[in-house]
C-alpha cells in the first residue's frame, strides 16, 4: 500500500540551527515527492517537489530535500531556520494522474 | 493571478443540516481534487474532478458526501445532513493540464458542525 511517514511529530529548534525533517515512503512506482509548508489556520504552500533528475532539489525559503531511493526517504533540509519557519510541514507521495497521500505532519517549533 | 479560492473560509452548521463548500481553481486549471484535515492530521484525499466528471471519488464516503465541477462555475461538495465528524478543514487543490503532478492549494474551509 502507498504510504507516507514522518516520524518526527513534532521538532524544536533554537532560531540559527539547522534542521533536517524527515520523511518515508511506501510506493510502488517511481515516485513524485512533495513538500508543502501550511501556517496556523492557512492552507498548503509548495515549498518543493522531486519527480526526476538530480535528487537534491532546491526550493523556496532556502529549503532543499535530497532524494534517496535506497532508503526510501525525502528529507527536507534547512541550513540555518528563522522564527518564521514555525509551522506545519507535510511531506507527499502522488504521479501524474492522481491523488496526493500525506503523512501526518511534523510542527516545527522555533526558539529565539 | 489569483491562487485557488474556497468560501467560505469558516462555516458552522447543526447535525442534520447541509453544508456547501465552494472552491474555484486557479484560472484555466482543469483539475480539482478535495481534501479533508482532521485535527491533529495530515491531508486524506477525497475526490478527484476534471470538468463535468468526477475520475476518482474513493477517499469520499459512500452516504451524505456529494461533489460537482460543472463546466461553468467552481466546484462544490456538498455534506448532506453533517454529523460532529464532519467538523475538519476541507481543502481543495487544483491543477493545469501541462502539470497535473502539481497541485496548488486553498486556503481552506473550515467546517464546524454543533
Known amino acids: 500500500a502507498q504510504s507516507v511517514t514522518q516520524p518526527d511529530i513534532h521538532i524544536t529548534v533554537s532560531e540559527g540551527a539547522s534542521l533536517e525533517l524527515r520523511c518515508n515512503y511506501s510506493y510502488g512506482a517511481t515516485p513524485y515527492l512533495f513538500w508543502y509548508v501550511q501556517s496556523p489556520g492557512q492552507g498548503l504552500q509548495l515549498l518543493l517537489k522531486y519527480f526526476s533528475g538530480d535528487t537534491l532539489v532546491q526550493g523556496i525559503k532556502g529549503f532543499e530535500a535530497e532524494f534517496k531511493r535506497s532508503q526510501s526517504s525525502f528529507n527536507l533540509r534547512k541550513p540555518s531556520v528563522h522564527w518564521s519557519d514555525a509551522a506545519e510541514y507535510f511531506c507527499a507521495v502522488g504521479s501524474n494522474t492522481d491523488k496526493l497521500i500525506f503523512g501526518t505532519g511534523t510542527r516545527l517549533q522555533v526558539f529565539p | 493571478n489569483a491562487g485557488v479560492m474556497q468560501n467560505p473560509r469558516h462555516l458552522v452548521r447543526r447535525r442534520g443540516q447541509e453544508a456547501r463548500l465552494r472552491c474555484s481553481p486557479v484560472?484555466?486549471?482543469?483539475?480539482v481534487y478535495w481534501y479533508r484535515q482532521l485535527p491533529e492530521e495530515g491531508l486524506k484525499f477525497m475526490v478527484y474532478l476534471q470538468k463535468e466528471n468526477i475520475i476518482d471519488e474513493s477517499g469520499m464516503p459512500k452516504e451524505r458526501f456529494s461533489a460537482e465541477f460543472p463546466k461553468e462555475g467552481p466546484s462544490i461538495l456538498r455534506i448532506q445532513q453533517v454529523v460532529r465528524g464532519d467538523s475538519a478543514a476541507y481543502f481543495c487543490a487544483s491543477s493545469p493540464d501541462f502539470l497535473r503532478e502539481t497541485q496548488y492549494f486553498g486556503p481552506g474551509t473550515r467546517l464546524l458542525v454543533l
Open positions: 484560472k484555466g486549471h482543469s483539475h
